[in-house]
């Protein structure tokens, strides 16, 4: 069985500050993907990231960026001087033997 | 401007009925998942499918059914057989059925059963 783990339920920060949303994964397969979806107060999903499990390079994407470690099974969010526009529910998902599991996600909040 | 649509965002009705979830899409993708969320859990998925006329049980499937007559199309019926169907219901597309492809989501109906 595979399981996705956030286990932040809900962050508070104020605007600027730099914020890290944690994900932890546990899978048996040897190739898989992680997800990172973001879901703002009008309900649909975004697509952010996909990493595959070969690929441990951290990536960088503006403000955002993703720490990927095998070691840990871990693959955590980063939000660089964070906006009022990242409030929103952050997802993680993992992908593998033809099942995409969730985590039950971690609300963001930016006050201004 | 190709999306996802639902409708309608808000949906109420009574024990007792069956309710059909509508989902359209304008992407040309070849495969489409309903899943189901309630508060403080992820996503939970409910069917998909990769190709017209063919469909696959998720993983909370009862109480629920489906159909794929049209690849622009995927309602879902919510069944009086289904025992809590008060939840956020959200459609996904993606352009094959890999589950590793990215998934563009719809904006989402909100089911409520009194």
């Known amino acids: 069985a595979q399981k996705v783990t956030q286990a932040q339920t809900e962050i508070s920060v104020v605007e600027k500050e730099d914020v890290t949303l944690d994900c932890v994964y546990e899978?048996?397969?040897?190739?898989?993907?992680l997800f990172w979806y973001k879901q703002p107060p009008s309900g649909e999903l975004v697509f952010l990231i996909r990493r595959n499990s070969f690929d441990e390079q951290n990536e960088i994407s503006g403000r955002y960026s993703w720490n990927f470690q095998k070691s840990t099974s871990s693959f955590n969010f980063t939000i660089t001087a964070s906006q009022v526009v990242d409030s929103a529910v952050y997802f993680c998902a993992l992908y593998g033997r033809r099942a995409l599991t969730f985590g039950s996600g971690t609300r963001l909040q930016v006050q201004p | 401007d190709g999306g996802i649509t639902q409708s309608p965002k808000y949906l109420f009705r009574k024990e007792g009925q069956n309710v059909t979830l509508s989902c359209e899409q304008n992407l040309n993708h070849d495969a489409m998942y309903w899943y189901r969320q309630d508060p403080g859990q992820g996503l939970r998925l409910i069917y998909y499918?990769?190709?017209?006329?063919?469909?696959q049980k998720g993983d909370i499937a009862e109480g629920y059914s489906v159909s794929r007559e049209k690849k622009e199309s995927f309602p879902l019926t919510v069944t009086s057989a289904q025992k809590n169907p008060t939840a956020f219901y959200l459609c996904a597309s993606s352009i094959e059925g890999q589950g590793f492809d990215e998934q563009y989501f719809g904006p989402g109906t909100r089911l409520t059963v009194t």
């Open positions: 899978t048996r397969d040897t190739t898989y993907y």
């Open positions: 499918s990769q190709i017209v006329n063919d469909f």
